[in-house]
Nanobody, 124 residues
Framework: VQLVESGGGLVQAGGSLRLSCEAS????????IGWFRQAPGKARAGVSC???????RWADSVKGRFTIASDNAKRTVYLQMNSLKPEDSAVYYC???????????????????WGQGTQVTVSS
């Protein structure tokens, strides 16, 4: 099982980025996939989760600005981030849940496979 994030970078406030999480070793419609982020000095926090059985979940801080989508044929989950703010700056991680549902998101222990992360920096 492997998860590889890509798409991070430096963007000005108000801009957009699309992160990708490419999965291998399993089918993305068989497990929930979560996005998390960790800023320096802060705990890792949930951003979103997508599941083939119970849809999507969102952190209040990104609701309405970010969207999540899964292309199961490509085994890739995307996080589209619009109207970015400096406080969105963090390392973003995708992770595979232990089950198909997002019901335990954003509890970190509910996710047992993690990518290496991709840096997102939003300048003011």
């Amino acid at each position: 099982v492997q998860l590889v994030e890509s798409g991070g970078g430096l963007v000005q406030a108000g801009g957009s980025l699309r992160l990708s999480c490419e999965a291998s070793g399993f089918l993305t419609d068989d497990y929930a996939i979560g996005w998390f982020r960790q800023a320096p000095g802060k705990a890792r926090a949930g951003v979103s989760c997508i599941s083939s059985t119970d849809g999507t979940r969102w952190a209040d801080s990104v609701k309405g600005r970010f969207t999540i989508a899964s292309d199961n044929a490509k085994r890739t989950v995307y996080l589209q981030m619009n109207s970015l703010k400096p406080e969105d700056s963090a390392v973003y991680y995708c992770a595979r849940a232990r089950v198909r549902s997002c019901w335990m998101w954003p509890v970190l222990s509910h996710f047992n496979y993690w990518g290496q992360g991709t840096q997102v920096t939003v300048s003011s």
